[in-house]
């Protein structure tokens, strides 16, 4: 008995270590350990709850059963797991379906890694942050994907030129008339997030560099940048707005990518023309990366999107 009993206790220890093994009949009178090893699983849970599986006795090389820890006499049992099916996630950041889980809490003075766009209200929130402005808003469908996310926002700024331009060749340049009626959408979306006042979110007619100087130096814990794509306005957009960003704020864009790999996907559009004709082919990636090499401001960008990523950096100051 005292044989058995420190087998058990050595089995227990190591088995932990054993890639998809597990140990089962517990040595006693009968017999020895029987590990029960899994077979190829392709997702799933390892641990087999609410898996069927099936058993078959094989005979197992005596360098396995050293591994293992088992007696030579003893006898594997194959176990192949037919894996769970994964729900979907339903939410960014939900813990119970998300296997992508992070706990933004824990990122008071760093960034954390995010999968989507989607997930930045939630960061404003876990942060407690208070004001905001978008730049670049089209339909508002965005601003709805955070504002709905993000309760504490007591001030959020709506700011888009809603005007067709020149030397612009994207899809969201519609002519003037169709430009009012964007304008008229983006309104109607946010109005359910409106407080009694109706002074919550506020919508600002007007050209991002033009605007820039309205807002006070350090007054705002989020800036979202994503209005003209080619590298000069993104450049002159980033320059006007990061005084803008309070001491342990937010900037961030949406569309990290240069004019060739939106030709690649998009291509009516083009990038690489600056409003003064001139032509520089990084777009938003190269005028990000340049803003980041000369203020010395690390930025992230994020990983579950195939394309126009999201960049964001934290201002320190």
């Not at 087999?48 to 003893?74: D, F, N, Q, V």
């Not at 992070?102 to 989607?118: A, C, H, S, Y």
């Not at 004001?131 to 888009?160: M, N």
Request: proline content about 5%.
């Amino acid at each position: 008995m005292l044989r058995a009993l420190l087998f058990t206790l050595v089995s227990l220890q190591y088995a932990p270590n054993l890639s998809n093994a597990q140990l089962v009949n517990w040595p006693g009178a009968s017999g020895p350990t029987v590990p029960r090893r899994s077979g190829s699983i392709t997702g799933g849970s390892r641990s087999g709850r609410g898996a069927t599986s099936r058993h078959s006795p094989y005979s197992c090389s005596p360098h396995e059963k050293s591994e293992l820890g088992i007696p030579r006499s003893a006898t594997c049992v194959a176990t192949t797991l037919k894996p769970r099916k994964r729900h979907a996630t339903t939410s960014p950041g939900d813990k119970t379906l998300d296997p992508y889980y992070v706990d933004l809490t824990l990122f008071k003075n760093t960034l954390p890694p995010l999968q989507t766009r989607d997930w930045l209200g939630k960061l404003l929130q876990a942060r407690g942050y208070k004001t905001g402005l978008e730049v670049g808003v089209q339909e508002a469908r965005f601003s709805e994907i955070l504002l709905r996310s993000w309760p504490s926002a007591e001030k959020f700024y709506l700011l888009d030129a809603w005007t067709y331009q020149k030397n612009y060749v994207d899809g969201a340049n519609v002519g003037q008339r169709e430009q009012n009626k964007v304008m008229e959408h983006a309104s109607r979306r946010v109005a359910r997030y409106q407080d009694r006042n109706k002074t919550r979110v506020e919508l600002i007619r007007g050209f991002s560099t033009e605007k820039a100087p309205t807002f006070r130096d350090r007054s705002l814990d989020f800036i979202y940048l994503d209005a003209r794509h080619d590298f000069c306005a993104v450049r002159e957009d980033m320059e006007a707005y990061w005084p803008k960003v309070a001491c342990g704020g937010i900037l961030a864009g949406h569309d990290y990518m240069s004019a060739d790999e939106v030709q690649k996907s998009h291509s009516g559009e083009d990038w690489s023309l600056c409003s003064d004709n001139r032509r520089h082919l990084g777009a938003v990636r190269a005028a990000v990366d340049d803003f980041s090499i000369r203020h010395r401001v690390q930025f992230l960008i994020t990983y579950r999107e195939d394309s126009y990523n999201t960049w964001y950096m934290q201002k320190t100051c």
